[in-house]
C-alpha cells in the first residue's frame, strides 16, 4: 500500500514542460527529506533529485541539473519536481519517497535509503 501519493505526470513534446506533485495525508512531511526517482523500461530505478526537509540542501542526476527544480512546500505537505526542457530519454515513470529516519539526502542517495513510496505516475516525452 502506497504511502504517498504522486500527481502531474502525462504526455509532453520534447521542450516543454511538466510539474510533479508529492503529498501524503497519512503523515506530515515537514521533519523528512522528499526523493525523487525514475524506472524507463528495461531499466533500473534512479534517483532525479533529492531535498532535505528544510529545503535548504537539493541533490541532482547529472542529466537534469539546470532543466529540472525539485522543491516543496511544508506548509501544503507537499513536495514539488518541476521538469522543464523535456528529453525523450527522461520517459519514465516517476516516484516520490520519503524515510522517516532521513532529514537530509544520503550523499549518493539510492532507492534503498527511502521506505515509503508513492504509486509512481507516467511521464512521457514525445513528438
Known amino acids: 500500500q502506497s504511502q504517498l501519493a504522486e500527481s502531474g505526470g502525462g504526455l509532453v513534446q520534447p521542450g516543454g514542460s511538466l510539474r510533479l506533485n508529492c503529498t501524503t495525508s497519512?503523515?506530515?512531511?515537514?521533519?523528512?527529506?522528499i526523493g525523487w526517482f525514475r524506472q524507463a523500461p528495461g531499466k533500473g530505478r534512479e534517483v532525479v533529485a533529492c531535498?532535505?526537509?528544510?529545503?535548504?540542501?537539493?541533490r541532482y542526476l547529472d542529466s537534469v541539473k539546470g532543466r529540472f527544480i525539485i522543491s516543496r512546500d511544508n506548509a501544503k505537505n507537499t513536495g514539488y519536481l518541476q521538469m522543464n526542457n523535456l528529453r525523450p530519454e527522461d520517459t519514465a515513470v516517476y516516484y516520490c519517497?520519503?524515510?522517516?529516519?532521513?532529514?537530509?539526502?544520503?550523499?549518493?542517495?539510492?532507492?534503498?535509503?527511502?521506505?515509503?513510496w508513492g504509486q509512481g505516475t507516467q511521464v512521457t516525452v514525445s513528438s
Open positions: 519517497a520519503t524515510d522517516r529516519r532521513r532529514a537530509v539526502c544520503p550523499a549518493n542517495t539510492s532507492p534503498s535509503d527511502f521506505g515509503l
Open positions: 497519512r503523515f506530515t512531511l515537514d521533519a523528512y527529506a
Open positions: 531535498i532535505s526537509s528544510s529545503g535548504s540542501s537539493t
